[in-house]
């Protein structure tokens, strides 16, 4: 059937309700690769996207891009497909619908989204060469399994340290070097974001860029896994359809960040709302993790709520780390020593089997430059 004849059918068929205005895809198990791109090139012909998922068993095809209603007629009949599923959320590629098993993300020796609750630590901001390395290699002493760092800070004021940028990422990849810990850091605009996809090895888009619909789409578009921060007052479906806007660029490896939400509660910078943890998981397949520091802005509340987020399920935490908090460059007053961490890991080590989950250290060799983070998800 040729572009013009498939799309002319389409037309047709737009104002007849009882067609799908979304849907999903589920093949049989026993299609072929030519079957699942069989079904994704009769999507494209359409002019439609198609988002391709393979599952444990069963790979869903999703289809995005359609403006109203398709006719399951052009794909019920084609080879392998098994059924055709209406989809009842406005996200399709972050529910569960279309992906019934949990997607893992890995980065070089580190799945995240597994049995294994992951850690990432390191100070809020990269300050010097020198400060940066001396954090990472206490934190992957104490097992850590990622490094975290900002090179680009979006501050509330215009007279707050920003960040070191490009010479910042530099340093980020000398700690990865020095260390073999792969490196998580912000971008916050397109610049930044080409940046960070040369030199890190997992994307963070912040809070505040949650609802940046032009970063969202250009992550979307990068071969990196992206952290997606949680916005100050962000609800659940708003915080799913931001990571629709990354997965439908293409990028299927979004790991949600619950980072705390703006309330009237003065004892703590944010509320650390946990109970998006468990509604995250009923509904999507995503990983999501927690950032306590943020979450709270208080050392003292950081290893009681690192603790309560894997007792309620997170798939991971990034947590900051300083060893002279009080001369920090940024949020000095939320970051643990080191001591601190390395005592909060053995904890955690003892927490996750309570709850099913696993915590090991981290790689103790450095591997070099070259990142497994252009892996597909899981």
């Known amino acids: 059937m040729s572009n013009e004849s498939v799309n002319s059918a389409a037309r047709a068929h737009c104002g007849f309700r009882a067609r799908l205005s979304a849907m999903l895809i589920v093949m049989s198990a026993h299609a072929t690769?030519?079957?699942?791109?069989?079904?994704?090139?009769?999507?494209?012909e359409l002019g439609f996207k198609a988002h391709a998922m393979p599952g444990a068993n069963r790979t869903a095809i999703g289809l995005t891009g359609n403006p109203g209603p398709v006719e399951p007629g052009f794909f019920e009949d084609l080879p392998g497909v098994a059924e055709l599923i209406p989809v009842t959320h406005p996200y399709k590629l972050v529910s569960r619908e279309l992906k019934p098993?949990?997607?893992e993300i890995r980065i070089r020796d580190v799945v995240i989204g597994g049995p294994e609750v992951v850690v990432m630590a390191g100070p809020c901001a990269v300050e010097s060469e020198e400060q940066t390395i001396r954090i990472a290699e206490k934190v992957r002493a104490a097992g850590a399994h990622l490094l975290r760092g900002g090179a680009f800070k979006p501050r509330t004021s215009p007279y707050?340290?920003?960040?070191?940028?490009?010479q910042g990422l530099k340093i980020l990849a000398k700690a990865r070097e020095e260390?073999?810990?792969?490196?998580?850091?912000?971008?916050?605009?397109?610049?930044?974001m080409e940046l960070v996809e040369k030199y890190a090895d997992i994307i963070q888009l912040g809070?505040?860029?949650?609802?940046n619909y032009a970063l969202l789409k250009q992550a979307g578009k990068a071969r990196k896994p992206v952290v997606l921060k949680r916005g100050m007052s962000a609800t659940l479906e708003e915080f799913f359809l931001a990571a629709e806007y990354i997965m439908s660029e293409g990028n299927y490896q979004v790991i949600m960040c619950e980072r705390g939400i703006r309330t009237f509660a003065d004892h703590t910078r944010n509320t650390l709302d946990l109970s998006i943890v468990p509604a995250v998981k009923r509904i999507s397949h995503l990983p999501i993790i927690v950032d306590p520091s943020h979450g709270t802005g208080k050392r003292h509340k950081v290893a009681p709520m690192s603790r309560a987020s894997v007792a309620v399920g997170a798939d991971g935490l990034i947590i900051e780390v300083h060893d002279q908090p009080e001369k920090a460059l940024s949020d000095g007053p939320q970051a643990l020593l080191p001591e601190a961490f390395e005592s909060?890991?053995?904890e955690l080590r003892q927490l996750a089997p309570v709850v099913r989950r696993t915590i090991t250290t981290s790689c103790k060799s450095p591997v070099g430059t070259s990142s497994g983070a252009h892996s597909p998800a899981r």
Request: proline letters at 5%; aromatic letters at 2%; a negative charge.
């Open 33 to 44: 690769p030519e079957d699942v791109e069989r079904v994704c090139k009769r999507i494209e």
């Open 101 to 103: 098993d949990n997607t």
């Open 160 to 166: 707050s340290f920003q960040g070191l940028g490009l």
């Open 179 to 192: 260390t073999g810990l792969p490196v998580v850091t912000e971008a916050v605009d397109g610049e930044s």
């Open 207 to 211: 809070a505040r860029n949650m609802q």
């Open 344 to 346: 909060l890991m053995e």
